[in-house]
């Protein structure tokens, strides 16, 4: 089981952009691929992006390509979201996740996801 952790959310205004980050305690990470869901007051926690170590291939989910870019380094030690032109939809906590295995290819739904950081706040103003 990784232990994941996520920095980097924080307060921003309509428009700004934030980076947030994701490690395992400094350790390389040791699974298949990883994703970033958020999950915004009152609502379920939804996909947003993910990537896969083996080849750097990311993956995103439609709502977010223009705004959104998940980034790893090839180290396997960091995992990003860079968010821009951020609104204040955008407001909700925001988490990465590991897939340990991909028999069926990168997920996109929480259950495919073993392990799960604690998650980011990132709230927007307008």
């Known amino acids: 089981q990784e232990q994941l952790a996520e920095s980097g959310g924080g307060l921003a205004e309509a428009g700004d952009s934030l980076r947030l980050s994701c490690t395992a305690s400094g350790r390389t990470f040791i699974n298949y691929a990883m994703a970033w869901f958020r999950q915004a007051p009152g609502k379920q926690r939804e996909f947003v992006a993910a990537i896969r170590w083996r080849d750097l291939s990311t993956y995103s989910a439609d709502s977010f390509k223009a705004r959104f870019t998940i980034s790893g380094n090839p180290a396997k030690t960091i995992l990003y979201l860079q968010m821009n032109s951020l609104k204040p939809e955008d407001t909700a906590v925001y988490y990465c996740?590991?897939?340990?295995?991909?028999?069926?290819?990168?997920?996109?739904?929480?259950?495919?996801?073993?392990?799960w950081g604690q998650g980011t706040q990132v709230t927007v103003s307008s």
């Open positions: 996740a590991a897939q340990r295995t991909g028999p069926y290819g990168v997920g996109r739904h929480e259950y495919e996801f073993a392990d």
